[in-house]
């Protein structure tokens, strides 16, 4: 292949599987993994610790542009670093979830996101997920791939995650949280959601992840064999 770092990039909307997904393809190529989701989620984090309101885009972008946020590799995926002090147990929680939709739409909260994820396929090969990788961060990226599920079935898989942690939750809430998500990622003026033009579309709502992850590494390897042959 092209005599640089890989790039694989999986968008799709929440509850899609992408994180499940990109771990498994990048544990199989030997590529690293990186959630650009879990970016906006640690500046969420931050501007609710610090009482900033999601909403106040001038007072959110001026702290994103203030954090340096890590993201380092761990056992179970990443760890997530915000001015060197781990947080990733405190960015999965609702609250965080719906800041992050919110917030995620500032230009100037995007711009310092888009770079450091851009760095961290300096020296890497890499799968990075989120909504906006394929058009926006990597739109050269050696393999898009666009995933997506039903509504239903999303809020389902979000339903059983909350009840593994012990968290109770309403699966009729979360599926309406999920319809409002999508609403919002697919309508913001900067980067919104949607399919790149080249990308690879896959439903999810009848595959696992396994058999998901099995599917865009064939893809890949695919892809790496043509190219050397040509």
């Known amino acids: 292949m092209k005599d640089r770092r890989r790039v694989i990039a999986i968008d799709g909307p929440v509850g899609s599987g992408k994180s499940t997904v990109a771990k498994r ?6 590529y690293a993994y990186v959630d650009s989701g879990a970016m906006y989620r640690a500046v969420a984090r931050a501007s ?17 542009a203030s954090l340096r946020v890590d993201l380092r590799p761990a056992a179970d995926g990443l760890n997530v670093f915000v001015n060197g002090e781990n947080v990733s147990a405190r960015l999965r929680s609702r609250e965080v979830s719906q800041a992050t939709s919110e917030l995620s739409r500032y230009a100037g909260v995007r ?21 906006d990788i394929g ?7 050696d393999l898009k791939i666009f995933l997506d599920a039903s509504p239903e079935v999303r809020a389902r898989r979000r339903f059983a995650e909350h009840q593994e942690k012990g968290e109770a ?6 599926e ?5 998500r999508d609403k919002r990622d697919a309508g913001r003026k900067l980067s919104p959601l949607k399919r790149a033009r080249d990308a690879v579309h896959i439903d999810t709502t009848a595959l696992s992840a396994e058999e998901t992850a099995e599917l865009i590494v064939f893809l890949m390897k695919h892809k790496e064999a043509t190219l050397s042959r040509g």
Do not use: H, Y
């Open 169 to 174: 939750s309403d699966l009729g809430q979360i």
């Open 25 to 30: 393809v990048a544990e199989k190529l030997g």
């Open 135 to 141: 058009t926006v961060v990597f739109p050269d990226a």
């Open 111 to 131: 711009a310092p996101m888009v770079a450091e994820q851009r760095r961290a396929a300096e020296a890497n090969d890499l799968v990075m997920e989120g909504r």
């Open 176 to 180: 309406k949280e999920i319809r409002e």
């Open 48 to 64: 609710l610790d610090r009482k900033i309101s999601p909403a106040d885009e001038e007072g959110v972008s001026r702290l994103a």
